[in-house]
Structures are given as structure tokens and as C-alpha cells.
């Protein structure tokens, strides 16, 4: 399948090309499953062009009836974490989580440091996902965690995850940038190979 390259997106109008509808059924069959496609849908056709991002987020947890939330972030991004959170705090039980959780140190792990030369704590998400765990927390939300460090996190988190901020230094955590901006579509285009990294 390479539905970026069809231009016709029969789909939209019922056509079935993966012959798999009759399947489909079958893959929301857990309560859990159906009420979150129920309340999604519900937000869209309700809210459509009307709510932010975290509007939406505060009126599907409470239309999901969660109570304990937990809030999974980036120390770089602190400022808009303690924002998220006290706005969450007015309507649940929020329970956040740095990504230096434990202190543990980047040597210990023989992870690169970005500076050499000071002492760097790695970030932690398994230990993020474990700490959420036993607050019982019933959705998790990713603010700016490193790619990579996402996944794990993902991976391991007991409760359902979603994610309101993605990390990218350079364009102020807006990736779809390098997507919108003719500048770096073209920088991006032109590039034959991609840049190996160096993990020492």
C-alpha cells in the first residue's frame, strides 16, 4: 500500500481496496476501543476548526470519564508542562513525570553526551512509563519527550498514550514545518543520503 501516492482516495466515498472491510468489525470489539472511536468522532463532528489541540484533549478525557492522568515531559520543556498541567488539574488528578527521573548518568549507559566535557543525565521513559504505572494512571500525555525516547515510553506505558507536544529544536516543536516551509522541503529534497550520527 502507498496511499500518499493515490490521487484519488476512493476510500473517502467506501471503496474498499485492502478487501479487509469485513474485518474490521472485529478490530474494535473491546468496549475501551469503541467508546474512544465513539467520543473522537463525537469531538470532531461536534468541535470541527473550532477547539485547540488541548481543548480537545480536556473535553475527551472528561467525556471518557478519566480521573488520573499522567503527563510525561521533556525538562526543555518544564514551562509549557506546569501550563498543561494546571489547566489540567482544574478538571483531573495529574500526576507528571520528568525524563530525568533518577538521575541516572549518560556514562553509565555509554550514551553520547552532547558536551563531553559536563556531566549529563540520560532521560529515562521506560522509568517515565513505570512511575505512571503505579499511579494508576488511566491516559498518558507525551510533552516534547526525544524521538526515540518516545517510543520507549510508548512501549511501555500500562495506560493509553497520546502525545500533544513533539520535540524539534529547531523548528519551536512544530515538525510539519519542515513539511510546510519551501525552504526546508527543498533542503530535505535535495539531500541524496541521510547523515550517519556518531555515538561517541
Known sequence: ???????????????????????????????????????????????YMEKTRVEELIIFCKEMDYKRLGVAFCLGLQQETQVLCSLLRKHFTVYSICCKVCGVAKEDFGLK?????????MCNPIMQAEVLAKNNTELNIIVGL?????????????????????????????????????????????KKEIEEVSYD
Open 146 to 190: 526525544c524521538l526515540g525516547h518516545d517510543i520507549l515510553f510508548t512501549k511501555y506505558s500500562k495506560a493509553p498514550v497520546t502525545t500533544l507536544i513533539v520535540k524539534d529544536r529547531v523548528l519551536a516543536h512544530n515538525p510539519a514545518g519542515a513539511l510546510y516551509s519551501h525552504f526546508y522541503s527543498r533542503k530535505l529534497t535535495a
Open 1 to 47: 500500500m502507498k496511499c500518499d501516492l493515490c490521487p484519488d482516495k476512493h476510500c473517502e466515498e467506501g471503496k474498499d481496496c485492502w478487501k479487509a472491510k469485513g474485518d474490521v468489525q472485529k478490530m474494535y470489539n473491546s468496549s475501551e476501543d469503541q467508546r474512544i472511536m465513539q467520543v473522537s468522532a463525537a469531538i470532531e463532528g461536534t468541535y
Open 113 to 121: 553526551k552532547v558536551d563531553k566535557n559536563n556531566y549529563e543525565v
